[in-house]
Structures are given as structure tokens and as C-alpha cells.
């Protein structure tokens, strides 16, 4: 198993500001995943983060929006960058196995 | 285009009864899947997953059920208890992919004392 830590557990921020979401592993994991929750939505994988290489995103979410940092094969961080009120969801980080996935607490955004 | 499809955004049931949780997909890629629960304000944890090679999966009170040709999975709680009230979250992965996961958009389970 993997226990994820992620901060800040919530965060109500201006609109066009930024937020870096952390994510700490408490073991060394070649792949972990960035969700998004929207009110009312199902999890939708926002992009795939490797330590060595660029982050891989899925369709709809695109870099300079959300950039991601994997400097080391414990750690990354999320940035929800020039934000709206269409931002506002939990962000989730994730880690998976071949067998299940294991989640970080979640961030919940408030964009006013 | 929703690949993996939970009809009933919620569910409620008497303490004691069972609690028929349904999930549907549409990619036959996926092999594997996995059910999650989340309280509020907490990220999702792990219940019981599922193999495509098998079409039952049993752990104490939880039981997942695969019918591969319907692309049908259900989640069978008995007895259902209060602390089992959450939303419930379906998901599915392909080797393909590298073990994304993609999410049902949940449903709530209620169980009432």
C-alpha cells in the first residue's frame, strides 16, 4: 500500500491567481496521477506526471493551465494557474499498482 | 463520451439488508476493475476490485460480480451497516494505459439505522 499526504486540504482563492497542490508519497512510485472532481462529476484524470519527463495530459487540460512538477520519485506538485470559478473542484493525487489505486486526501478549491 | 456509466446517482437501504451497487461500461479494453468509497472531505480508498478474468470477487461483507459480455459490474454489500453510507465510485483500467483509472461519476449510498 501507499500512503499519499497532499496540501492544503482546501483553499478559497481570487480569480486569476494561482495554486501549487503538494503531493507526498511515502514511497518511491515511477507514475502518479492528477484527478479532477467537479461538483457532481465522476474523477477525471487531469494528466499522468513521470519524475524525469514531462507530464502527460489528458485531453481538455493542457500545460500552461496546469503544470506539474515530478522532481524526484516521492514528491509532485499541481498548479491550477490563472484560475476561474469554473476551477472550483476537489484536485485529487493518485498512485496506482496493477492492482488498485490509492489516493491523497484531496484539495478542495473554492475560485471566487 | 462516458466509458464507465453508474445509473443511480443514489441508493438507500435498511441496516442489515443488501446494498446493489450497478456499474456499467462501454470499452472492452478494460481488465481490471475496482470499486472506491469516499466520505466527504476525504479522497477515495479502496474497496474491492475485480480481474476480467473472473466474474466474482469476495472480501468479507463486499462481493463484486463481472459479466463481461453484458459489460455489467455490480457491487454487493451484506449486510449493509450506517458506516457504509459514502458515495461509491466504479472505475476501470486497461495494461494499456498504464493503469489510469476512469471513474464512474459515483453513487450514494445510504443505509439507514
Known amino acids: 500500500s501507499a500512503v499519499i499526504s497532499q496540501k492544503p486540504s482546501r483553499d478559497i482563492c481570487q480569480r486569476g491567481t494561482s495554486l501549487t497542490i503538494q503531493c507526498q508519497v511515502d514511497s518511491q512510485v515511477t507514475m502518479m496521477f492528477w484527478y479532477r472532481q467537479q461538483p457532481g462529476q465522476s474523477l477525471t484524470l487531469i494528466a499522468t506526471a513521470n519524475q524525469g519527463s514531462e507530464a502527460t495530459y489528458e485531453s481538455g487540460f493542457v500545460i500552461d493551465k496546469f503544470p506539474i512538477s515530478r522532481p524526484n520519485l516521492t514528491f509532485s506538485t499541481l498548479t491550477v494557474s490563472n484560475m476561474s470559478p469554473e476551477d472550483s473542484s476537489i484536485y485529487l493525487c493518485?498512485?496506482?499498482?496493477?492492482?488498485?489505486?490509492?489516493f491523497g486526501q484531496g484539495t478542495r478549491l473554492t475560485v471566487v | 463520451d462516458q466509458q464507465v456509466k453508474q445509473n443511480s446517482p443514489s441508493l438507500s437501504v435498511q441496516e442489515g439488508r443488501i446494498s446493489i451497487l450497478n456499474c456499467d461500461y462501454t470499452?472492452?479494453?478494460?481488465?481490471?476493475f475496482l470499486w472506491y468509497k469516499k466520505y466527504p472531505a476525504e479522497g477515495p480508498t479502496f474497496l474491492i476490485s475485480?480481474?476480467?478474468?473472473?466474474d466474482k470477487n469476495e472480501d468479507g461483507r463486499f462481493t463484486v460480480f463481472l459479466n463481461k459480455s453484458a459489460k455489467h459490474l455490480s457491487l454487493h454489500i451484506v449486510p449493509s451497516q450506517p458506516g457504509d453510507s459514502a458515495v461509491y465510485f466504479c472505475?476501470?483500467?486497461?495494461?494499456?494505459?498504464?493503469?489510469?483509472?476512469?471513474f464512474g461519476k459515483g453513487t450514494l449510498l445510504t443505509v439507514n439505522p
Open positions: 493518485s498512485v496506482s499498482t496493477a492492482t488498485e489505486a490509492f
Open positions: 470499452n472492452s479494453m478494460f481488465d481490471y
Open positions: 475485480i480481474s476480467s478474468i473472473k
Open positions: 472505475a476501470a483500467s486497461d495494461r494499456g494505459s498504464n493503469y489510469k483509472l476512469t
